[in-house]
């Protein structure tokens, strides 16, 4: 589904990412974890070409991410094709970002009719199903700073799933959440990784990387220092900088 | 809770010895000689001319003027409000092109004073006595002369619109920029393109800081068509000077038109109140009461005054 091969991102002066290599399977959870700043975030927000790589090559399903090889160059894509692509790649942020003057079901129709040109009909009866799913079904009507912070990123996780991506990419999606709401949005996630959803999720909660998690990847000041299950990767850390990180964390 | 049940009685109320003010009676005293003062010359002093303020305050050349104001203050404000929305989006946009095109427009429309761009839309003739519509240096097909387009009416409309246009891409780039960054991410992160993600995304929620300017615009923009007047456009003022400069009764007519200003704008100021409390939507728990609501809901509360002091007594 992904392939990234040596992916480096620079900031001016700074490089965030060092030359990335990985691949995600179809039906994958992939978890990525590392210390702030080691480029998780950069990486994942590439996927939807939200940033621009600045050498290597990234792939989603097979096809290039914001480019066009033609004649053994590069094309940049045009906005209507990077926006079709995006379409299949659902993206859920730390801090939400609901649309703060939509309710919650008009933040899970709004995209669909704009994008999708689903009729509204349509789309609002499958927003209803969305955030019944999510255990929302009596918050349809209430707007967002009328939910708590748990319940405000099941929305935006109904309204990531409601374009019907392929893909979904979690951006530390608890960690702006107070603990007693984290279980909430995690039980989400799991739900849809039994689903079959190929997931990509930066996080810090181990328990959820270890129970639903397929690979674990530990990066670190912008490389991929460990892959591995993450039973194997957590018990048994095989980098000092792993080691170092997990027995921080835990 | 806790305090009821450990000391077994309700915390006595405060009734404390309130702080007294006497610089507040002091100042009322003055400010009531003052007031005094103005209300006894405007009432005895011959030379305020009210009986003439009445007479003409709803004859026919002014309330067309009025008429005449109101039309060219929503016109201009309607073509200052789509050019600046237009020209802050361009402004704010990836193509050089077009942001630079909407930074020249801004810097030279917000650059020249109003007036002296009424004075020149008004000989606009003189300087291009014919307007033709063809391929440009090449053959044209549509030929008019200048002042039978330019009327005063376009001549104001576009003397104050382009201008306010110039303004109102600054007020909509600021509440452009106040939009979380957050929020451009996730409308991109859908696959929405940039049209939409500023028109059902971005620009809903700059409302809230665009609008109370706009209203302070719109007020401005009510006593700038008095500008107008150079074009010779038949507004308010125009209209009142007409009648000036036949009867010789300046004052009582500046009066009237002052006063006529000042109503129009106490309507705006009232309407402003209500389009800003629709747009915070979405952004507190409740909204404030509007003044209606705050006086209805004081006459009930008043009358239900016997009804809850007995209640609370009893319990």
Known sequence: MIRAEAVHKRYGLLEVLKGITLEVAPREVMCLLGPSGSGKSTFLRCINHLEKINSGRLYVDGSLVGYQERGGRLHELREREVCRRRTEIGMVFQRFNLFPHMTALENVVVAPVLVKKDSRAVATTRARSLLDRVGLSSKVDSYPNQLSGGQQQRVAIARALAMEPKLMLFDEPTSALDPELVGEVLDVMRGLAEEGMTMVVVTHEIGFAREVGDTLVFIDEGVVVEVGAPREVIANPQHERTKAFLSKVF | ?315
């Open chain 2, 1 to 315: 809770m806790i305090a009821d049940g450990e000391m077994g009685h309700p915390p006595e109320e405060i009734r404390a010895v309130p702080l007294r003010h006497p610089g507040r009676w002091v100042g009322t005293a003055v400010l009531l000689v003052l007031g005094a003062m103005l209300v006894h010359d405007i009432t005895t002093n011959p030379r305020f001319g009210w009986g003439i303020v009445g007479t003409y305050f709803f004859s026919t050349p002014v309330v067309q003027g009025v008429e005449k104001t109101l039309e060219l203050t929503f016109v201009a404000m309607a073509i200052g409000v789509i050019l600046g929305v237009l020209f802050a989006v361009m402004r704010l946009s990836p193509n050089p092109i077009l942001s630079g095109a909407a930074w020249l427009y801004i810097w030279f429309f917000r650059g020249t004073p109003v007036y002296v761009q009424l004075l020149f839309w008004y000989v606009i003739s003189a300087l291009q006595p014919t307007i033709s519509l063809g391929i440009p240096f090449g053959p044209e097909f549509v030929h008019m002369s200048a002042n039978s387009i330019v009327t005063p009416f376009v001549a104001a409309l576009l003397g104050l619109g382009l201008n306010e246009g110039a303004y109102y891409a600054e007020i909509v780039r600021a509440g452009i920029l106040s939009v979380d960054h957050g929020q451009f991410e996730a409308a991109q992160s859908l696959g929405m393109r940039r049209a939409p993600l500023m028109r059902r995304i971005v620009l809903p929620q700059a409302m809230r800081v665009i609008v109370p300017p706009t209203g302070n615009e719109t007020i401005s923009m009510l006593k700038t068509t008095s500008l107008a007047v150079v074009v010779t456009y038949p507004e308010l003022l125009y209209q009142t000077e007409n009648i000036a400069a036949r009867t010789y009764e300046t004052i009582p007519l500046y009066i009237m038109a002052s006063f006529w200003y000042l109503l129009m704008t106490t309507v705006l100021t009232i309407g402003q109140y209500y389009v800003e409390r629709y747009y915070a939507r979405g952004t507190s728990y409740a909204l404030p009461l509007t003044p209606i609501q705050k006086l209805r809901r004081n006459l009930t509360t008043l009358r239900r005054v016997p009804f809850s002091a007995t209640s609370a007594g009893g319990s």
